[in-house]
């Protein structure tokens, strides 16, 4: 058992490596700069007509929807960043779920501002109903996540058993399996997407939300990842308290996950409750730790 928890650390250490995350770091920059270039090309080559798409391409109609991709782009990092934090504590991968969620409905927000109309009654149009609901939910998620990040600098600083240590060898284990199988996924989502986008077109299909388009799938696989960690962290605690307040956070995984098969205000108001559920577990846990 020792050569495996070994065999997890070293490999977990040499993938995400400091080194290897300020050469993901730099790649993310710079792929989000060319793609917001050729994105911006594109818009601005569709609009004089020098090609045509054979499906309906929302995203290449307004310039403003460039800021679509290099955001894109970001919350892949985002999850790389995930991934990295997994091993460290239950707190501070919900935070950076949190966190990947709220630019995700930025993301969207960039997306949907070209589907405004000024010409109708503001509230009877979708598009713009979705747009309110999103600014004012990123303005409460933003607040509620910060609210939460200040709790969780309060926790305090817990040296490192032996028993701790092998829970925290178990969780690099998750990080290192979770890696190529969030990358097979994220290929296969957007593959099946492209292909899609070209069914729709010959067969009057419903396409996908974009915006949806891998997230369904990682927020799934993030919830099984999350309640393996649960599991196994039974075997290293036995404190009521820690085991309501791990399991508090699985279920705010579930609200985000759910809030993907939802539109307009449900979705939003789905976030911000998994958001506040999570204050509200890590307040008690807080005050239940201060008592004993």
Not at 86 to 104: D, G, Y
Not at 165 to 192: C, D, E, G, N
Not at 279 to 291: G, V, W
Request: proline share 2%; hydrophobic share 50%; charged share 20%.
């Amino acid at each position: 058992m020792a050569n495996t928890y070994n065999f997890f650390d070293t490999a977990f250490d040499r993938i995400f490596s400091d080194k290897n995350q300020k050469r993901i770091e730099r790649a993310t920059l710079w792929f989000s700069i060319i793609g917001f270039i050729i994105h911006l090309i594109l818009i601005y080559s569709k609009k004089f007509e020098l090609f045509q798409t054979p499906f309906e391409a929302r995203l290449l109609e307004d310039p403003i929807s460039a800021i679509y991709t290099p955001f894109s782009i970001i919350l892949v990092y985002e999850i790389y960043l995930l991934i990295v934090y997994l091993p460290r504590s239950f707190t501070t991968a919900v935070s950076k779920q949190f966190e990947i969620i709220s630019l995700i409905i930025i993301r969207r927000i960039f997306g949907d501002i070209p589907k405004v109309s000024l010409d109708v009654n503001w509230f009877e149009y979708a598009a713009n109903r979705q747009l309110i609901y999103d600014l004012a939910g990123i303005l409460l998620l933003y607040f509620l996540i910060y609210l939460f990040n200040q709790r969780r600098e309060k926790l305090p600083k817990k040296d490192l058993s032996n028993r701790l240590k092998r829970f925290v060898s178990s969780k690099k284990a998750v990080s290192v399996v979770l890696l190529p199988v969030l990358i097979f996924t994220s290929i296969y989502s957007i593959s099946t997407w492209f292909i899609e986008l070209f069914m729709v077109n010959e067969n009057t299909l419903e396409l996908s939300d974009i915006n949806a388009v891998f997230y369904n799938e990682f927020f799934t696989i993030l919830i099984l990842a999350d309640v393996f960690i649960l599991l196994l962290s039974f075997q290293y605690t036995e404190r009521y308290s820690q085991l309501i307040r791990n399991t508090g956070f699985v279920i705010c995984t579930i609200l985000i996950r759910l809030s993907f098969a939802t539109s307009g205000l449900t979705n939003v108001l789905l976030i911000l409750s998994s958001v506040l559920f999570g204050l509200l577990i890590l307040r008690i846990y807080q005050a239940i730790e201060k008592e004993s």
